[in-house]
């Protein structure tokens, strides 16, 4: 694992069978040449080892970190999106959102679960996570995955 000067995650590198892939800002695992782990990295970042568990749970950190700097800054539009997973697996694979919920851009709060046919409905599953009575994973979404995953649910 990367992390910056705020020991913030920037990459997370795991090694299988002599390949190794890097989580970074792309938000996707990419294979990394063997023997350039480093240059995956980026230059000055302190670099640790740890183990699989604590990797998993770090690149999540960064995606979340990731995803929200590019819902405020970069996604635009009037509807922010968020998908929940039952796994923190599962939040690697976009696709395997299984709930969608909407909130008013600027707002985490009174959001709306994607029922299906178009529909929303009132939730406070996100209200429920952040105030810490729930704990599932969760990322924040782009306008284009949110469409994707509610085609996909119909």
Do not use: C
Not at 15 to 21: K, L
Not at 99 to 116: E, N, P, V
């Amino acid at each position: 694992m990367a992390e910056d000067e705020r020991s913030e995650p920037v990459a997370v590198v795991r090694r299988m069978a002599g390949a190794a892939e890097a989580y970074t800002s792309n938000l996707r695992w990419e294979p990394v040449p063997p023997g350039r782990e480093l240059e995956a990295i980026g230059p000055h970042r302190t670099v640790r080892d740890i183990s699989p568990g604590a990797g998993l749970v770090l690149a999540h950190r960064l995606a979340r970190r990731v995803r929200h700097v590019k819902q405020r800054h970069e996604w635009g539009g009037e509807v922010w999106y968020f998908g929940i997973y039952e796994t923190l697996e599962e939040t690697f694979d976009i696709d395997a959102t299984r709930l969608l919920i909407a909130t008013d851009a600027g707002s985490k709060w009174f959001g709306r679960r994607y029922a299906g046919q178009g529909r929303w409905e009132p939730t406070r599953r996100l209200d429920d996570i952040w105030r810490g009575l729930r704990h599932e994973d969760h990322l924040a979404l782009s306008p284009a995955e949110a469409e994707r995953i509610m085609n996909r649910l119909g």
